[in-house]
């Protein structure tokens, strides 16, 4: 007993004097600030005016449970206290008190028209979708996002955005990073304090697009299109994740947003306008076979790698080296990769991925992994076979 005492009163008195410490040096509050890094306790306040509404939303109804919670559980605990059977308390005997019954219906439904008013408030500013500045068509894919800036004039830009997370973090032979499994290749880029409406699609199953601190989440439905908006207050980098169970690899679809200011975006979206502007120029283009294998190489390691292994090895998809395909018919071997293969895990990438990047990967796949079939498909040969000719 008394080495239980021992051990007990070792184990009590440890916090205590690492509390004392932390006071007498003054470090308490850059340790309280460390916990609360670490440990997220309650709703991120965000970067919107909406999510700022929400979170006031949320606390007040905390408070406002935390006061129901002290008088219920303090007039209960005070009852079971004063009047218990060792001090001679003798229950009352009655069956009804009209008072009681009334007080008891009228303050919950003060209460609950109380909130009713600031959660209609909150709740029509979430759902106000008018009057954006912007407007960006966002459809799920297994497992990529696609955005696209709809432009009034009909130059629009659009991309996908894909897991940047190396295979070599995911399958534990490096150190995972800061971010793991929250990187993307292509990161979605929003002006600062403009309002941006979000269309939200999905392409083959449900997805839910989820950024907490934009204040945003919306299921990507197939055949519906689903509206959000938000409006960045501050400029950063935010991150979410597809918060819908949509199939293996659901985990491998993270989003990046990054809310630049004016000219930042401007700029970024101009670049992207003459990528675009250059794509149509490569249609036309002839390509070396040593082009289109670097190329396609690149192309590879973002979309295929996860699936067929860094050296063609097969996975979650099969082999690609020495496979039927790859050493076979070069027009079957489009096809497959232009309209995938049905009851297997071979997506359709004809619309995912342009001309140009369809052709160098297949020629990519092709000549690598100890293929060396020594032939290539042009971009023209893409278009041709999309177009069914």
């Not at 239980?4 to 006071?23: E, H, N, Q």
């Not at 449970?65 to 008088?71: E, L, T, Y």
């Not at 204040?215 to 979410?240: L, M, Q, S």
Request: net charge neutral; aromatic share 12%; charged share 20%.
């Amino acid at each position: 007993m008394f080495l239980k005492a021992k051990r007990l009163s070792k184990l009590t008195l440890g916090p205590v004097l690492l509390f004392l410490s932390l006071i007498s040096n003054g470090a308490w509050a850059a340790e309280a600030e460390s916990w609360r890094h670490r440990f997220q306790f309650n709703l991120p306040i965000g970067a919107t005016d909406v999510g700022a509404q929400i979170y006031g939303l949320h606390m007040l109804v905390f408070w406002i449970c935390v006061g129901v919670s002290v008088v219920v559980f303090g007039a209960m605990f005070y009852t079971v206290f004063a009047f218990r059977k060792s001090r001679g308390a003798v229950a009352s005997q009655f069956h009804e008190s009209t008072t009681l019954e009334i007080a008891w219906t009228i303050v919950p439904f003060v209460i609950l028209i109380g909130l009713a008013f600031p959660a209609t408030k909150t709740l029509l500013e979430i759902y106000d979708n008018k009057s954006a500045d912007l407007d960006v068509m966002i459809t799920g894919y297994q497992w990529k996002w696609k955005y696209e800036y709809i432009d009034p004039q009909g130059n629009n830009v659009s991309f996908f955005s894909s897991l940047r997370t190396p295979q070599s973090e995911i399958y534990n032979e490096e150190a995972k990073g800061q971010d793991y499994l929250l990187e993307v290749d292509e990161p979605l880029y929003l002006p600062v304090n403009k309002k941006v409406r979000f269309l939200v699609t999905g392409n083959d199953v449900i997805h839910s697009w989820w950024v907490p601190e934009l204040a945003v989440k919306r299921d990507a439905i197939p055949g519906f299109v689903n509206e959000a908006h938000t409006k960045a207050i501050k400029t950063g980098i935010f991150r979410g994740q597809c918060a819908e169970l949509c199939g293996r690899d659901h985990g491998f679809m993270p989003i990046v947003v990054n809310v630049v200011s004016q000219d930042e975006y401007d700029a970024w979206l101009g670049k992207k306008k003459a990528e675009a502007t250059e794509l149509k120029a490569l249609m036309e283009k002839e390509f070396t076979l040593p082009e289109l294998v670097e190329r396609g190489k690149g192309v590879y390691e973002r979309t295929c790698v996860a699936c067929h292994g860094v050296n063609g090895e097969g996975g979650i998809g099969k082999p690609l080296a020495k496979s039927a395909i790859a050493t076979g018919d070069i027009k079957t071997h489009l096809g497959i990769v232009i309209h995938g293969k049905a009851g297997t895990a071979m997506q359709a990438f004809g619309g995912q991925l342009n001309e140009v990047d369809l052709a160098a990967v297949v020629t990519y796949e092709r000549n690598a992994f100890g293929n060396n079939m020594g032939d290539s498909a042009q971009p023209v040969d893409v278009y041709k076979l999309k177009k069914g000719q």
